[in-house]
C-alpha cells in the first residue's frame, strides 16, 4: 500500500511503478490532494488490476488535510504499508495496531521548518511526524540535510531514528534529451511549483534583460500554483508575453520530458532566503533537468548544489536578472562549453536511476522482492537494523 499526496512525478509513483515491474502481486495507491490548484479529489487505485475509486471531499488544504487518513475508511490488509507524509502514515502505524498492516515506513519527502507558521498546528503536525519517526519499522529521508534538521527540531539522536537516505531520482533510460541542435533556437525551462520561493520572477526578469541586450530567447514555464496570474501579467508588464509559455500544471510527466528535452538551458533561481525550505530538500526538478542533459544555472539554495556543479555541470548564479542573462549568454555563444555541461549533466544524472536507487534500497528497508511474480517478502527485523548513510555513489 502506498499513500501520497499530490500527483507530481515524485517517490511514491517511482515506488509505485517498481513494485509493479518488479512483479508484485498487487499494488494499491492511495493519492490524496495537495495543493488548493490541483487535482481535488482522492483516489485509491490498484495499479495490476486498473481497479480505482474516486472521492470527492472539500479541498481547502492545510485545513481539508484532516480527510486524509479517513479517506477511503476500508482498505485492503497491507503486507507493507509506506505512507509518503506523517498523516498517511499515521494512518499505517494504527492499522498496523490492528492487524490491517504488517511493515510500515515513514518516507519523508521534504522538511519544512515551522511548516504552517508558529501556530498550533505546526505542533501538532511536528508531534505527529516525530511519532511516525519513531514508531515506523523503517523510514526514508531524500537528503542529510533534511535527516539532520528534521532529528534536530524534534530532539532526536540519528541512532534513535536511523533512516535510509533515498534522493530524488529519475527514469533515465527512457528520459529524452536535449542536444547541441537546441543551441540553433534556444529555449530556457522552468519546472516547478509556482510560489515565491522557487524564484520564477526572476525568469521572467531575465528574458526581459536578454531582450534589451538584443538576444532573442524563448522560456518555458512548466507549473500551475498561485502566483500562475501575477507572472502572466509580470510578462505584459515587461514585454514579454510574447517569449515566454505558460504551460501550467501538466498532468502527464511524458509531456514534461517532452518540454525539458527541447529547451537548451535549465533555470532553478531559489530565493535566498535563510528560511527557504529548499535548503533542505532535494528538489526534484533538478533530477528532471539533469535526465534531460540540460545545463542547470541555480541559486546556490539546494543542500546538493556544490555536487551539481562539480559533478553535474551546473553553474550557480547570484539571483538577479544581470547575472542570470549573462551566464545565459555565455553558455549560447560558447558552445564547447554548453557541450562539456550537458554531458556532464546526461553522466551525473546516471547516478539517480529508480531502477538502481530502489533496488538498493528496498532489501534496508525490510523488503526483499520474490523472483517469478511474487508478492513481496517482509523482513522482521527491526527499524534500527537500518542504517543512516549517504548513497555510495
Avoid at 283 to 297: E, H, R, T
Avoid at 339 to 363: G, I, Q
Amino acid at each position: 500500500m502506498v499513500a501520497t499526496s499530490g500527483v507530481a512525478d515524485g517517490p511514491s509513483q517511482a515506488l509505485s511503478r517498481f513494485l509493479v515491474g518488479r512483479g508484485a502481486g498487487e499494488v494499491w495507491v492511495v493519492t490524496h490532494p495537495l495543493v488548493a490548484e490541483g487535482p481535488a479529489e482522492h483516489r485509491v487505485k490498484e495499479l495490476v488490476t486498473g481497479l480505482c475509486r474516486v472521492y470527492q471531499r472539500p479541498n481547502r488544504p492545510p485545513l481539508t488535510y484532516i480527510f486524509d487518513p479517513l479517506t477511503p475508511a476500508r482498505l485492503p490488509v497491507a503486507d507493507v504499508w509506506v505512507g509518503f507524509n506523517c498523516l498517511v502514515t499515521a494512518q499505517g502505524l494504527l492499522r498496523r495496531r490492528v492487524g490491517r498492516a504488517r511493515r510500515v515506513i515513514h518516507w519523508s519527502v521534504d522538511y519544512v521548518p515551522q511548516r504552517f507558521g508558529r501556530t498550533p498546528l505546526t505542533t501538532v503536525y511536528e508531534r505527529l511526524d516525530r511519532w511516525c519517526i519513531t514508531s515506523s519499522d523503517a523510514r526514508v529521508e531524500l537528503s542529510d540535510a533534511a535527516m539532520r534538521g528534521r532529528l534536530s527540531a524534534y530532539g532526536l539522536m540519528p541512532d534513535e531514528a536511523p533512516a535510509e537516505i533515498v534522493p530524488m531520482g529519475a527514469w533515465i533510460h527512457e528520459a529524452p534529451t536535449t542536444s547541441p541542435a537546441a543551441l540553433e533556437a534556444p529555449r530556457l525551462v522552468f519546472l516547478g511549483h509556482l510560489v515565491e520561493r522557487m524564484g520564477v520572477p526572476l525568469v521572467v526578469d531575465t528574458i526581459a534583460e536578454l531582450r534589451r541586450r538584443g538576444m532573442i530567447v524563448h522560456a518555458d514555464v512548466v507549473g500551475g500554483g498561485p502566483l500562475l496570474e501575477t507572472l502572466r501579467t509580470r510578462a505584459a508588464d515587461r514585454g514579454v508575453d510574447d517569449a515566454i509559455t505558460f504551460h501550467g500544471f501538466v498532468t502527464d510527466f511524458h509531456d514534461v520530458e517532452r518540454v525539458l528535452a527541447a529547451a537548451t538551458i535549465a533555470l532553478a533561481p531559489y530565493e535566498t532566503s535563510p528560511t527557504s525550505f529548499s535548503r533542505f530538500a532535494d528538489p526534484g526538478k533538478l533530477k528532471a533537468y539533469l535526465a534531460a542533459g540540460l545545463p542547470i544555472l541555480l541559486t546556490p539554495v539546494p543542500p546538493n548544489a556544490d555536487e551539481l556543479v562539480t559533478d553535474g555541470g551546473a553553474w550557480i548564479v547570484q539571483p538577479n536578472a544581470e547575472r542570470f542573462a549573462d551566464a545565459i549568454a555565455d553558455l549560447l555563444v560558447n558552445h564547447a562549453e554548453w557541450n562539456r555541461r550537458h554531458e556532464a549533466a546526461c553522466l551525473y544524472a546516471k547516478r539517480f536511476d529508480w531502477d538502481v536507487m530502489l533496488s538498493t534500497a528496498l532489501p534496508r528497508l525490510g523488503i526483499e522482492l520474490n523472483a517469478g511474480g511474487q508478492d513481496p517478502t517482509v523482513s522482521p527485523r527491526p527499524a534500527s537494523a537500518v542504517q543512516t548513510r549517504p548513497r555510495e555513489d
